[in-house]
């Protein structure tokens, strides 16, 4: 509200799949598993990252001069608290717009959503892990939504390290380090899984609701 800014939600369909990698998957590591059959409820995410576009509507409403507003004039108020002032290049100089916003906590990533409800009216939240592996399986059972082996995508093994990996299929798919020329790109650059999300095997890490700890049981 009040910007030009805009973004798409798309609607992920409930379901039932198997979380993890079997053990016998390339590359996979030991905390990749055991699988487990997981069921979730529909839910709605973001066509692409949070953009630098969106969340610098934020920086700007909920930053420094907010903060100094609302201390002015709500005296029975014992701290006021806001993002803080960045240092140094909080793109790491990529470039922002379109781009996936980054550098941030996982704390401010919550903060984002709390205050992205507030002013829309609806309920937006980081997914769980398990939502999230749901929304980028779309469907498949492979090791990743589009088709293709692990091994020909790495550069590992000494006929890739020879001949080079075969990206023709990857990087239609994901911003990845193969094709991004060290840096971030567009959210949506690239072709969508099944359910039309953007980048969920690329680009950059995103953040979920909850957290993995090893040691924990």
């Not at 798309?10 to 069921?39: L, Y």
């Not at 006021?80 to 990529?94: A, E, L, R, V």
Request: with cysteine; charged share 20%; net charge neutral.
């Amino acid at each position: 509200p009040g910007s030009k800014v805009a973004f798409d939600m798309v609607p992920v369909p409930c379901g039932t799949f198997v979380m993890g990698s079997p053990a016998s998957e390339k590359f996979r590591e030991a905390d990749e598993g055991p699988q487990r059959q997981v069921t979730v409820s529909q839910f709605w995410m973001g066509k692409a990252e949070v953009s630098w576009a969106e969340w610098e509507i934020y920086f700007a409403q909920m930053g420094r001069g907010k903060r100094e507003y609302w201390a002015a004039n709500a005296s029975e108020l014992d701290m006021i608290t806001g993002p803080t002032p960045p240092y140094g290049s909080p793109d790491q100089g990529w470039g922002n717009g379109s781009r996936p916003a980054i550098t941030m906590t996982h704390y401010a990533a919550t903060r984002y959503c709390e205050w992205l409800s507030d002013i829309t009216g609806k309920l937006y939240r980081l997914p769980t892990e398990a939502e999230w592996e749901y929304a980028a399986r779309a469907g498949s059972k492979e090791p990743y939504f589009f088709p293709g082996d692990p091994g020909k995508y790495s550069r590992r093994g000494l006929m890739n390290k020879l001949f080079g990996a075969d990206t023709s299929v990857i990087s239609d798919y994901a911003v990845y380090a193969g094709n991004s020329r060290g840096k971030t790109g567009s959210g949506l650059r690239g072709k969508a899984n099944a359910f039309g999300l953007f980048n969920m095997l690329g680009n950059v890490r995103e953040f979920c609701a909850d957290y993995y700890e090893p040691n924990i049981l």
